[in-house]
């Protein structure tokens, strides 16, 4: 007997096995999903159904016509921070310069400031608030990034609350340690020292106390050098961790083709690739992770090359980039009607990214982000007439019921 049979829903699956040109999405129609040891123990057609459905599971659930999907997954966020950037937003609209609100001590070294100043629980408390607006909008994997301390003690403090968020909300989180973000200012003007200290001193402990999953950096000509952030991939593949990257997001800087060269998960924003550093994403099999929410609130005017992810077959993943300064979003669904309308992505691409792409960008791939026998059972039931509401509307839509890790989960 299975715990659970799910009966009167349609599947929108994301599985790689039954998505084809007819059909994005991987559906099955008429639908029924078995529950066992929070695994999938059975998928397919009602029809199809081994026997009579209270002869194979304790409890049966109806989901009453209405669509399941993989829970979905956001592969890149900056959330874990403490601070306030909202009244600087309101300041530049009313106009006062980026130099001015900069010289006053804001942008990103005002949420580097909050950060460090708050305690380990006071950060956990509100990066567990916005967590938690995550989950109401369907998210059940969640990468979070450090990069707000820039210190020994506050790098491992943002990593630490990580992994207690992992532990204490029902959300299965990948750590990134993200030292390589910004030049705190102890270190300005000494770059190279920056990134040995990043190199010998923290990553060391954070790998101690088992807190990454993954190593990334930000490479622009406002930000870290290629060749710094190469030394950072050294020390990461000594350590056998893997790595990603933010590059090519406001200049063509070298940063994707030297991750595609270190086999990265992902390489992430890539407004400014050309179609050689395309070439080599697709040969490392590395996902080009899109952030529109990004490209949205700085207005961005250049757009990632989708026609060539497509001619070469590139994933396309999508994140929410959450973070204060320049991508306030806890929703996948409005940032997968973002990327349609602004980098013309179809329905079914936007799907694919905040599923399984998503899961694959995260090494997960196995576990979660499609629906198939053996995948965990992180599924959403949506009130919608079909998958493709999923990126029509403009956010505000929400899955009225949530099972994570196979438990039916109150949706907050
Ligand atoms: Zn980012």
């Known amino acids: 007997m299975w715990d659970t049979l799910w009966t009167d829903i349609h599947v929108a699956t994301a599985d790689p096995a039954l998505i084809s040109d007819q059909d994005g999405y991987g559906c099955i129609h008429h639908a029924a999903i078995g529950i066992e040891n929070g695994r999938i123990s059975w998928i397919g057609a009602t029809s199809d159904l081994p026997d009579a459905p209270q002869n194979l599971a304790h409890k049966i659930h109806s989901g009453n016509g209405l669509w399941m999907t993989p829970g979905l997954v956001d592969a890149h966020t900056h959330v874990i921070y403490a601070g306030d950037r909202s009244l600087e937003f309101a300041e530049r609209l009313n106009g006062v310069s980026y130099a001015e609100i900069a010289r006053k ?7 580097v400031n909050a950060t460090r100043t708050v305690s380990e629980d006071e950060l956990f408390d ?32 943002q990593l630490r609350v990580a992994r207690a968020i ?22 300005k003007d000494r770059q190279d020292d920056y990134v040995s200290h990043l190199i010998t001193d923290i ?21 870290f050098t290629p060749d710094q952030i190469e030394r950072l991939f050294i020390a990461a593949k000594d350590l056998k961790i893997p790595v990603r990257l933010h590059s090519e997001q406001l200049s063509n800087s070298g940063g994707t083709k030297l991750a595609a060269r270190y086999g990265a998960l992902s390489t992430d924003h890539l407004e ?10 697709a040969h490392a099999g590395t996902v080009a992770m899109l952030l529109p929410g990004a490209f949205y609130f700085i207005r961005e005017t250049r757009m990632p090359p989708i026609d060539l992810f497509r001619k070469h077959n590139v994933p396309m993943g999508l994140a929410t980039d959450c973070n204060p300064g320049t991508s306030p979003s806890v929703s996948l669904t409005g940032i997968m009607n973002m990327a349609c309308t602004l980098f013309r992505m179809t329905p079914e ?25 053996g995948q965990a059972a992180d599924m959403l039931l949506w009130d919608i007439a ?21 438990k039916l989960d109150p949706v907050i």
């Not at 001590?105 to 949420?111: D, E, K, L, P």
């Not at 400014?272 to 994403?281: A, G, H, K, R």
């Open 272 to 281: 400014y690739v050309v179609e050689d550093d395309v070439i080599d994403l």
């Open 105 to 111: 001590g804001g942008g990103i070294i005002s949420t």
């Open 386 to 406: 079909s998958p493709h509401e999923l990126s029509y509307w403009i956010g505000g839509r929400r899955p009225v019921q949530r099972i994570f890790d196979g």
């Open 203 to 223: 990553l060391p402990q954070a790998v101690e106390e088992k807190l990454i999953d993954s190593i990334d950096g930000f490479c622009e000509n406002i930000a």
């Open 126 to 157: 509100v990066t567990a608030r916005r967590v938690r607006r995550m989950i109401a909008e369907g998210t059940t994997t969640l990468e979070m990034k450090s990069g707000y301390g820039l210190t020994l003690q506050d790098e491992l403090k």
């Open 349 to 373: 691409e936007t799907f694919s990214a905040v599923t399984r792409i998503g899961a694959q960008a995260l090494r997960l791939q196995n576990i979660t982000g499609h629906l198939a026998t």
């Open 166 to 187: 992992g532990a204490s909300l029902p959300v299965r989180v990948h750590a990134t340690f993200l030292g390589a973000h910004a030049l705190p200012p102890e270190f």
